[in-house]
């Protein structure tokens, strides 16, 4: 369908559209006009995706004297692709209506794992070890070496690309990951390379947060975009805690001694150097002295480093003297990682400012704060002098140089944490420097300061008025969204108490009492005797998970459970949890149907969907609030109240109540779909906990559900299973329209239809 907005024609490539799709093109088309900033929450299973890619596509070509470059930022290699697969049907309905004018170049990008087909790199069983094994054939100088010697390998995909040289280009069209390796093997071109080469020329661009919000990558990928850029945040609830992993850096004994070994092989390489190529350590020692940009003029391909982050000030000045002779670096990094090998061996708990820490360095081994500022580009510059490609072997020495080259950088936002144990296992010595960024917004402020507009959404982002503080920033459009529909297909309930009136919850004093445990299982074990297909169960952390599971086995609790559905758990490792979906998926395609045990912040809370059959039931056991004696916790939760008054008991419940929400949302991916959600705590039932739930999942929470047993909810799950059996008009009851036709939308905004929001 196509239709306007003010001075906007939306190209729409479906006949109908929801309500909230149109409202939420009309705040983003606002923000869009303003060229500012905005935060918009839309509910979970309400086409999102295909809203955004629309209006913001049918503006930029509105308005074909004003291009607009779309970066749009996923979390996960999954979500990055349904984007792109929307926007390929997007893209072909506006080719359809507008002809070759409405071609637009858009693609994905990924890391060297995700896009690399070259079978000898791709068979390496991480992600490091593919960017290695990569570098290993495609660094200047290996390629350099293998025109005198055949023998040496080099990579074909990427010599045929460097060759192809300008031709080495993609036509328009909108390219997936797949479609992206599927080009390059045509073509037998590097896909990486050619999509990192063609990001500059895209009009969208789809990849992972880190891309815009990790200073080890931004300043590769994207320093070429513009200040006209439009940034979506797709499911952005987590964006701050993503921000300060960006800049958070931990420190072991593991990783000094790694750290040695770096040194002493480097110290190796400059003594051969020495003997047999004494001009290159000169040639970087000149360029150093003339304060030269050291990846000025290098091949993308030896690149991988750069912070954008740092003050403009600081990256024009020149490389302190005392660094730059390569002999000299390495003597600083010794005497830095002596010294943080003497502040690891403590028995107490340290905590303090960068300031202090940096005068520490300065006192006991002579660092100041400028040569601890550049760490980081000067082994940079080093690395790449004495031709390293193998870059996993030298993470240590890399953590080292990032830990100082933030210390020497930030004076506020960050404290240093010197734990000699996990307190949680004091038993167990493992002594920890931890680097802990507190301030989300010293991350997204440069994306903010650089970019006229960037959207921040998702369908979790209550209370939505706690992220401009938490980021620091004044959005011009700030809007929540409530879900029309035409049933009330998703059903929440309150449970307080199990069928023997004892209460249930996670609070640290009962979360291990007996009768809760029991009160949980027989809540599971009610519901999977009546709901169909797919449960899935969230816990609170996978310590309480293993508690709770081995309590029910020791009860037999799980014994009975399964004889009504299988049963499977999500672990740690990523391989186990994905192979444990797999088969969940199959035991409800063919109707056995099954349990899925979770963790709230794990993998599955995060990015997979239990929509149909896969999840009509989701229990969330317990209210997941962080650890809450975390040191790191602690210190941030004092820098938010002292910096943007932020109580303490506000943000962790905020915080809790997203991870619950998130959890809950899996299970309802479209209106046709249906499920429900038990919120099993007590505290629930508490309004100023409540409150904190997105408003599409309380607008349907009745009060009748806010204090149920467990023989209340199971009969509620039955009456609400009966009233999804029933057939149902889809496309709105009477007077409630909640599937808009383009006749809708014309009444509508010329104000003679009557519709209900």
């Known amino acids: 369908m196509k239709f306007q907005i003010e001075d906007v024609t939306v190209y729409f490539p479906y006949d109908n559209i929801y309500p909230e799709q149109y409202s939420y093109m009309v705040e983003l088309k606002r923000a869009l006009d303003a060229k500012g900033h905005c935060l918009l929450e839309m509910p979970t299973g309400t086409g999102k995706t295909i809203a955004l890619l629309s209006l913001i596509t049918s503006y930029v070509l509105s308005k074909p004297s004003n291009p607009v470059k779309l970066l749009y930022c996923t979390r996960t290699v999954h979500e990055m692709e349904k984007t792109l697969a929307e926007l390929k049907l997007l893209h072909n309905y506006q080719v359809k209506h507008l002809g070759p004018s409405a071609r637009i170049l858009a693609l994905g990008l990924s890391s060297r794992k995700n896009l690399c087909v070259n079978p000898s790199v791709l068979s390496a069983e991480n992600r490091d070890s593919v960017d290695a094994g990569c570098r290993k054939l495609t660094a200047s100088w290996v390629r350099t070496m293998a025109i005198e010697n055949p023998n040496i390998p080099t990579c074909e995909f990427f010599e045929n690309y460097e060759k192809a040289a300008s031709d080495a280009v993609l036509p328009p069209g909108v390219y997936t990951l797949q479609d992206l390796r599927a080009f390059g093997k045509a073509k037998g071109w590097c896909p990486y390379f050619l999509a990192r080469h063609m990001v500059q020329f895209a009009n969208v661009v789809v990849y992972s947060y880190q891309y815009l919000l990790d200073p080890k990558v931004a300043g590769i990928i994207s320093k070429e975009m513009q200040r006209e850029c439009v940034v979506v945040f797709d499911e952005a609830h987590n964006i701050d805690n993503v921000c300060i992993e960006a800049l958070s850096v931990s420190v072991r004994m593991q990783t000094l001694e790694g750290a040695t070994r770096n040194l002493n092989r480097m110290s190796q390489e400059i003594e051969r150097l020495k003997a047999t190529d004494a001009g290159r350590l000169r040639a970087e020692y000149n360029r150093l002295v003339e304060g030269l940009a050291q990846r000025g003029n290098l091949p993308i391909s030896d690149t991988w480093f750069s912070n954008p982050t740092l003050p403009e000030d600081i990256l024009k000045e020149a490389v302190p003297g005392n660094i730059r002779r390569a002999e000299h670096f390495l003597s600083v990094l010794r005497r830095l990682v002596q010294y943080l090998r003497g502040r690891l061996q403590t028995e107490n708990v340290e905590k303090e400012g960068p300031v202090s820490f940096v005068a520490s360095v300065n006192a006991q081994v002579g660092i100041d704060q400028k040569m601890l500022r550049f760490c980081y580009d000067r082994l940079h510059s080093l690395m790449l002098t004495l031709e390293i490609t193998d870059t996993e072997d030298f993470l240590h020495i890399q953590a080292v140089c990032d830990m100082a080259t933030l210390v020497g950088t930030y004076t506020r936002g960050f404290s240093i944490i010197i734990e000699p144990f996990d307190e949680r296992m004091p038993h167990i010595p493992d002594p920890v420097l931890q680097l802990c960024c507190h301030d989300a917004s010293l991350v997204i402020k440069p994306v903010f300061e650089r970019f006229q507009s960037v959207v921040i959404t998702s369908g979790t982002l209550s209370p939505i008025d706690l992220y401009p503080r938490l980021l620091n920033f004044n959005p011009v459009v700030s809007r929540s969204f409530t879900m029309s529909l035409t049933r009330d297909c998703i059903c929440p309930m309150v449970l307080t108490r199990g069928s023997d009136q004892l209460p249930v919850s996670t609070k640290y004093e009962l979360r291990n009492d007996p009768g809760v445990e029991k009160n949980y299982g027989k809540l599971l074990l009610e519901m999977v005797s009546v709901v169909p297909d797919g449960v899935v169960c969230f816990f609170v952390s996978y310590s309480y998970m293993d508690a709770i599971v081995n309590s029910w086995h020791e009860s037999g609790i799980l014994k009975e459970i399964m004889q009504h559905k299988l049963v499977f758990i999500e672990t740690k490792d990523v391989v186990e949890t994905t192979l444990a979906l797999d088969n969940y ?173």
């Open 585 to 757: 998926r199959r035991a409800c395609d063919c109707g056995r149907g099954a349990v899925f045990f979770s963790v709230a912040r794990g993998k599955v809370a995060e990015g997979i969907d239990f929509d149909r059959h896969y999840g009509r039931l989701v229990i969330m056991f317990g209210i997941p609030f962080q650890y809450t004696l975390s040191r790191i916790l602690l210190a941030r939760l004092e820098y938010l109240r002292e910096t943007f008054q932020i109580k303490e008991g506000d943000f962790l419940t905020f915080d809790a109540l997203r991870q619950a929400a998130q959890c809950v949302g899996r299970v309802i991916r479209s209106k046709a779909d249906y499920g429900m959600m038990i919120f099993a705590d007590k505290r629930y039932s508490r309004h100023d906990k409540r409150s904190k739930l997105p408003g599409w999942i309380l607008s349907h929470l009745r009060d009748a559900h806010l204090n149920l047993s467990t023989d209340m909810a199971l009969h509620i799950a039955k009456e609400f299973l009966r009233r999804m059996a029933q057939p149902y008009d889809k496309t709105g009851a009477v007077g409630k329209k909640t599937l808009l036709s383009q006749e809708d939308l014309e009444k509508m905004v010329n104000g003679a239809g009557d519709m209900m929001f």
